[in-house]
């Protein structure tokens, strides 16, 4: 089939209509794509709850005391990132339960503290090595939300300790998230909440497990 002059110039005006009508939405598609992340830190969604130690072990108290008895001891610690939300991170928080099963499996106990007492027995691990398992926990420079966490499985996520976490992402029909850590012996912490402080440059997945960045008994 012979395309005539006419035609050819058709074809050429058609599709420049096209890509005038792209030009002309792109501003707001790439707005949306492009829209910038928040300042708020991860800190300030710790210490928002005001309750304290309570019975409630799927919140954050013991994180949060740790935290802070870190930065009242170490004021210059590498876990005042948590402070500064204009730093991009992405950080796994356990939760109240994780910690009391933590310290139960340290003290090889069945019974489960209150979180009371499993603050004062973590913090009795020491300051350094308290504020080693925290930056464990903190993965810097990037904000991965829940979308990009089941696209990562088999990563390696370099924390800001140096070492690294692999992503286990699992489930056949509902995909799950793990994260397997240094201990070998233990059940791989499980993602139970994703997207805490979403929309900001700090974003956090809570996790029921205490990450281990080594190997315990």
């Not at 108290?61 to 004021?75: N, R, S, T, W, Y």
């Not at 992405?90 to 106990?109: C, E, G, M, W, Y």
């Not at 699992?170 to 139970?192: E, F, M, Q, T």
């Amino acid at each position: 089939m012979r395309i005539t002059r006419a035609g050819r110039r058709a074809a050429a005006v058609a599709t420049a209509a096209i890509v005038a009508s792209a030009l002309s939405t792109a501003p707001a598609a790439a707005h949306t794509k492009t829209k910038p992340l928040g300042t708020k830190s991860l800190a300030a969604v710790l210490t928002a709850d005001k309750s304290g130690f309570d019975r409630n072990g799927h919140d954050y108290d013991i994180l949060a005391a740790a935290v802070q008895a870190v930065l009242k001891a170490k004021p210059a610690s590498p876990v005042k990132v948590l402070t500064d939300g204009r730093t991009a991170l992405t950080a796994f928080l356990p939760n109240d339960r994780a910690f009391q099963l933590l310290v139960a499996d340290i003290k090889h106990s069945r019974r489960l503290p209150g979180e009371k007492a499993a603050f004062t027995a973590v913090a009795g691990l020491g300051i350094d090595t308290v504020e080693t398992v925290l930056l464990y926990h903190v993965v810097p420079g990037a904000t991965v939300d829940r979308r990009a966490a089941l696209k990562s499985d088999g990563a390696k996520l370099k924390t800001a300790t140096g070492a690294s976490v692999k992503v286990d992402v699992y489930g056949r029909w509902h995909k799950r998230v793990a994260l397997i850590d240094a201990d070998r012996s233990d059940r791989n912490p499980r993602v139970n909440r994703f997207d805490i402080n979403k929309g900001n440059k700090q974003i956090a997945h809570g996790i029921d497990r205490v990450l281990r960045p080594i190997d315990l008994p």
